[in-house]
């Protein structure tokens, strides 16, 4: 399962931790990556109309890139700067979307769908078997001491300001939503766009559009190389929180809580991915401590239930979430 | 897409191709057993307004599909102002200056009016990611133009009131004008109309013809239409082309084609007019 | 007409030229690159590993050709793709470890509780779910979400109740079979042919019998059958009752051949998808042969590379169905 917290959850669930300002620190970063990851779902299938079973993949892309590009392998000792990486992580994830697009975005629908999530899994499956590149099932770690550096600096500042004791992983917290809240400030400019007009349209009516002079597929293109690039970026907080790249972290679970977390926001509105996430994550999270005579493993099958019945039910009684409308959830069949 | 001409300027241009703005030789689409355009020859002269009609069934349709793009063709070949264009992209053929409309209107119904409006307008430096970013500022004029553009020639059609409204509230005739006018925000040199009239009351329909007179008048737009309305046929067309089940069968002036035999067998054979004492037609429609 | 600007229709090249012919039948030009794929790998492997390879692939091939032939027919019907379909094997499968391990009775008990109780899951759920979302003009984007909400409703439910512990049917997995110099499990061997019997089965039922017609017919065209006369909801409801049931044997098969977990069902749905779609996505028929084709072709993969590939290998098949040709071998064909 994935949504792993970086400590070990077996003996998380006490009471003790639903006060423990690490773990909600650490739940914190989660929805924040999760926003930065659903944003490019929204951009996909709020605003263009193109269902992207895939995120998961353009995140292990942009993870895995970083790692193996910083680290050289599970063998290896340092390649390329860490900071230098992460642009190059962007551009090979980019390059994978547009892989993926080009010859899967004729598709209808439902077929892209199958397409971008067989892309994902085989992504995942790549990386579990090359294990001379990408570690197998052992994974990567040794990445993050750049990030490491900068994350006690930023502690310094926030000491100096007079907080002697934030949870370790404060700066992170601070860093990504920070990123968040930049990205989504700028997909909501770039909708207000000329550009952001054809891509409305070419969601509402493809060929309205194509008949107007509008290259309706290649603004699709675009709309999967933003979200390839949202993708990977998440893909680098994930690999930062945990410290640590395994394939087990880019299941298909990720996209189908990205989707989740989209529709409670609602389709077409950045913001209630936020929102979303927000939610969702807390709520998850929290469902750890109500005091069940359960086992630990019923415990975590009971919340996947839950997501379950919450994305039929958003489906069957408010498709368009909580802060969409309702028009915007029927795509052209 | 082209610059604006005037009649006088298409009168003085050199005659390419005879002055055809469209010509199309034997085009063929089939689906699966059923060939729906059969070998369809024809051409149009530029600054001409054609009228397209034939039983149902005919390839009408399907022929304006070809030639723009939206369907790939199974044979023949076509060119636009002398360029080729059977079997590019619709989107491409659009550019070039040879705009459709649909038969079903495609107002995007969960976009403004305006939206609808500005969408259509060439040159757009801020429809490129890389325009917004290099240019900022030749968008935001370029997106002032076209918004003075838009409200102009929404006002011909009477439909500047509505400019905030989302198109999906407009009546069934106002979307058509709509399509119509923001075809026309492309500055095209040749409309393709699938059935303008459909729908529209005669008031409305009267302002469309005008309007399409002006153009021709104007700026030296070419017109090519399928309708169905014969008295909008013969009293406004300079031309009629007549298919019949995928084929060409008749051309020429609305009188000569009216009087035409074989146009007045396609008709009876489909069932559409019967005449005292001729047997009922077998149903030809496809 | 002059045709002054227009480009002659010219004479089409030997690559063009064949690929007209590729296009015109399909299954031919299937057929032939699955020999080439067969005598290259005798060449290189000897016929007896690609023999053995085969009949092993065929046990798992005739596992996907069942839940293919289910997914698809919901497909022809429906226009769902469900992708809790999956999660229908998983079910069949630890009702069958109910019935077979949990209560110590024959496995062949087991195995028709699977059917019947997947069939019934089907229909529950076309009642409570599918069927009122159709009703109300549920879009694509919607009824695909559902889907996946109910994949893990029902995956999560199994581990909820069974936990992530990795069971076993009671079934002899020691003992082989010597068919013409070639080793097989007998429980793998079993499988095929029950696989084979029951795919047989359903193929004529499609075809002879009167359920089979109305279930194409709906297939062709649900709003014409509808005005035909047919009674549409009995029909859906059976279409349910085959995809649940066959869904269900295919995750008994599944679990005889390997063993069962929770994610059993969704690891097994992509190769499933791979199948509908290689054999023409609402073909039955193109279904059972897409199924049985890929299951050896990936047995196959493995006398070239690494066994650990093998997943990864179906997964590169699917994305060059969909990119080649979406429509699959039998695609167009028929509906059903």
Excluded: C
């Excluded at chain 1, 989209?262 to 996430?277: D, M, Q, R």
């Amino acid at each position: 399962m994935t949504g792993a917290l970086p400590f070990d959850p077996v003996f998380a669930v006490t009471f003790e931790s639903f006060t423990d300002p690490e773990f909600w620190t650490s739940v914190g970063i989660l929805a924040g990556t999760y926003v930065i990851l659903t944003l490019g779902l929204q951009m996909n299938v709020g605003y263009t109309g193109i269902i992207n079973f895939g995120q998961a993949g353009f995140m292990a892309i942009g993870a895995y890139s970083m790692a193996v590009l910083t680290t050289g392998g599970p063998e290896g000792d340092g390649l390329i700067n860490f900071w230098l990486s992460l642009p190059l992580s962007v551009l090979i994830t980019v390059a994978f979307g547009l892989l993926v697009g080009l010859p899967s975005l004729r598709l209808r629908a439902d077929y892209f769908a199958i397409a971008t999530i067989a892309f994902a899994e085989a992504v995942r499956l790549f990386a579990l078997n090359a294990r001379s590149l990408t570690g197998g099932n052992q994974g990567l770690f040794g990445f993050a001491t750049d990030w490491d550096s900068v994350s006690s600096t930023i502690e310094g500042w926030i000491n100096s300001i007079g907080w002697s004791d934030p949870p370790t992983l404060f700066p992170l917290l601070l860093v990504v939503w920070i990123v968040a809240v930049i990205l989504t400030v700028v997909l909501r400019l770039l909708q207000n766009t000329p550009w952001g007009r054809v891509l409305r349209a070419v969601r509402e009516d493809e060929d309205a559009a194509r008949a107007l002079g509008k290259n309706a597929f290649a603004y699709k293109l675009q709309s999967l190389a933003i979200a390839a690039t949202l993708g990977a970026i998440a893909g680098w907080f994930l690999a930062i929180n945990l410290n640590f790249v395994n394939p087990t972290e880019f299941e298909p679970i990720v996209t189908f809580v990205g989707f989740g977390i989209l529709i409670l926001g609602g389709l077409a509105s950045y913001w209630g991915v936020t929102f979303g996430a927000i939610v969702f994550w807390f709520l998850f999270e929290g469902l750890r401590f109500i005091d069940l005579p359960l086992e630990e493993v019923q415990i975590a099958s009971l919340r996947y239930v839950i997501v379950g019945l919450v994305l039929i039910l958003l489906m069957a009684f408010r498709p368009q979430g909580l802060f969409g409308k309702r028009e915007e959830m029927v795509l052209g069949d | 897409m082209a610059t604006e001409t005037t009649a006088a300027t298409v009168a003085a241009a050199p005659r390419r191709n005879g002055g055809r703005i469209l010509e199309a030789a034997e085009v063929v689409k089939h689906f699966g057993g059923i060939f729906a355009v059969d070998g369809t020859s024809l051409d149009v002269r530029e600054g001409s307004i054609t009228a397209l009609i034939g039983p149902n069934g005919a390839g009408k349709t399907t022929f304006f599909n070809v030639i723009t793009g939206f369907y790939r063709p199974d044979g023949g070949a076509a060119s636009f102002a002398g360029s080729p264009i059977l079997g590019r992209a619709p989107h491409a053929i659009a550019r070039m200056g040879m705009v459709r409309t649909f038969q079903i209107t495609k107002a995007l119904a969960r976009m403004p009016v305006i939206d609808n409006m500005m969408l259509a307008a060439p040159d757009q430096p801020g429809e490129r990611i890389v325009g917004l970013l290099t240019r900022p500022g030749a968008s935001r004029r370029r997106e002032k133009e076209i918004r003075g553009q838009a409200m102009e020639l929404l006002s011909v059609f009477n439909l500047e009131p509505l400019a905030d409204e989302y198109a999906g509230t407009l009546s069934g005739g106002q979307r058509k004008l709509l399509e119509l006018a923001r075809a026309l925000m492309t500055r095209p040199r040749m409309l393709l109309l699938d059935e303008p009239m459909a729908g529209i009351n005669p008031t409305l329909g009267r302002r469309l013809l005008d309007h399409m007179q002006r153009l021709r008048a104007e700026e030296g737009v070419t017109f090519l239409f399928i309708e169905h309305d014969m008295e909008v046929v013969m009293n406004h067309a300079d031309r009629v082309i007549v298919m019949a089940e995928g084929r060409v069968i008749a051309d020429g002036t609305p009188e000569k084609v009216r009087t035409d035999r074989r146009v007045i067998d396609a008709y009876l054979g489909s069932g559409t007019v019967r005449e005292a004492g001729a047997p009922e037609g077998g149903a030809d429609g496809l | 007409m002059e045709a002054g600007a227009l480009t002659p229709r010219r004479a089409l090249t030997p690559v063009e030229r064949l690929r007209e012919a590729a296009n015109r039948r399909p299954a031919a030009a299937a057929a032939v690159i699955l020999g080439v794929i067969v005598v290259v790998l005798v060449a290189s492997q000897g016929l007896h590993d690609v023999a053995q390879t085969g009949l092993t692939g065929l046990s798992l091939g005739a596992v996907y050709a069942l839940g293919a032939v289910g997914l698809t027919l919901v497909y022809a019907i429906l226009r769902l793709v469900n992708f809790a379909h999956g999660d229908f094997l998983t079910f069949g499968a630890y009702m069958a470890y109910l019935v077979n391990v949990t209560w110590g009775m024959p496995l062949i008990l087991g195995i028709f509780f699977a059917m019947a109780t997947t069939a019934l899951l089907g229909i529950f759920l076309e009642r409570v779910m599918w069927g009122p979302m159709r009703a109300r003009g549920a879009g694509v984007l919607q009824l695909i979400l559902m889907s996946l909400g109910l994949a893990l409703v029902i995956r999560y439910v199994i581990q909820y109740i069974w936990s992530t512990e990795i069971r076993f049917l009671d079934v002899d997995v020691t003992s082989t079979v010597n068919i013409l110099g070639l080793q097989i499990g007998q429980t793998k061997l079993i499988v095929i042919g029950v696989g084979v019997v029951v795919l047989m089965a359903t193929g004529l039922m499609l075809r002879y019998a009167l359920l089979g017609k109305r279930m194409r017919a709906l297939a062709d065209n649900l709003e014409l059958a509808e005005t035909a006369g047919i009674d549409t909801s009995r029909v859906i409801l059976w279409t349910w009752i085959f995809a649940g049931g066959l869904a269900g044997l295919a995750g008994v098969m599944a679990a005889e051949v390997t063993d069962i977990r929770p994610e059993l069902g969704f690891t097994l749905l992509l190769p499933i998808f791979a199948a509908v779609l290689l054999g023409g996505i609402g073909d039955a028929f193109g279904a059972l042969a897409g199924g049985l084709v890929l299951g050896v072709v990936i047995e196959w993969s493995t006398l070239l590379i690494d066994a650990r590939w093998k997943t990864f290998i179906g997964f590169v098949i699917l994305i060059l169905v969909l990119l080649i040709r979406p429509q699959g071998i039998f695609g167009r064909a028929r509906s059903i």
